[in-house]
């Protein structure tokens, strides 16, 4: 890993990009390390390679003639209308959310008497009344399974069992 990040200080060298005392030193570092030296040249010729022998491709056309044919293709297409954008299909684009929320806002304020099972109490919102310090419950009802099933927790349990 130390040996990669030296090769890309050597190549951000080589680039011209390290700042002055970094470049000092890797300078220094070149002349002692034939090793490095044989990597800079490497890396030298390479860089000259590419800028000298770069392949030019030039576009027969101005830029502006491209971004004036994409213009008048986009000016040619026509305007698509969505499928039934009637009246009725607006007032249902609003109707049908505004419906699905009422729907559920009434299956969960509906009193819970009507239900099923004896355990209907242990809904969301039951309070259950202990003498034990820090409790917490959590209940569970599976409707599938005609069961509820509640945890308690007593953390302060075991200070009355010592005495405390």
């Given at each position: 890993?130390?040996e990669?990040?030296?090769a890309?200080?050597l190549?951000a060298?080589?680039?011209?990009?390290?700042?002055?005392?970094e470049?000092?030193?890797m300078?220094?570092?070149?002349?002692?390390?034939?090793?490095q030296?044989?990597?800079?040249?490497?890396?030298?010729?390479?860089?000259?390679?590419?800028?000298?022998?770069?392949?030019e491709?030039?576009?027969?056309e101005?830029?502006?003639?491209?971004?004036?044919?994409?213009?008048?293709?986009?000016a040619?297409?026509?305007?698509?209308?969505?499928?039934?954008?009637?009246?009725?299909?607006?007032?249902?684009?609003?109707?049908?959310?505004?419906?699905?929320?009422?729907?559920?806002?009434v299956y969960?304020?509906?009193?819970?008497?009507?239900?099923?099972?004896?355990?209907?109490?242990l809904?969301?919102?039951?309070?259950i009344?202990?003498?034990?310090a820090e409790?917490?419950s959590f209940a569970?009802?599976?409707?599938?399974?005609?069961?509820?099933?509640?945890?308690?927790?007593?953390?302060?349990?075991?200070?009355?069992?010592s005495?405390?």
């Amino acid at each position: 890993m130390k040996e990669l990040d030296h090769a890309l200080k050597l190549q951000a060298y080589v680039d011209g990009e390290l700042p002055d005392r970094e470049a000092r030193a890797m300078a220094e570092s070149l002349k002692r390390d034939e090793r490095q030296q044989a990597l800079h040249d490497g890396l030298r010729s390479i860089k000259a390679l590419l800028r000298d022998n770069e392949l030019e491709l030039p576009v027969p056309e101005t830029r502006e003639f491209y971004w004036s044919q994409i213009q008048r293709g986009i000016a040619a297409e026509p305007v698509q209308r969505a499928s039934g954008a009637g009246l009725l299909s607006g007032w249902l684009r609003w109707l049908v959310p505004v419906g699905a929320t009422a729907l559920l806002c009434v299956y969960w304020l509906w009193p819970t008497a009507g239900r099923s099972g004896s355990a209907s109490g242990l809904l969301v919102g039951h309070e259950i009344e202990t003498p034990l310090a820090e409790t917490t419950s959590f209940a569970f009802r599976s409707e599938s399974a005609a069961m509820t099933v509640v945890w308690v927790e007593t953390r302060g349990l075991h200070n009355l069992a010592s005495g405390e």
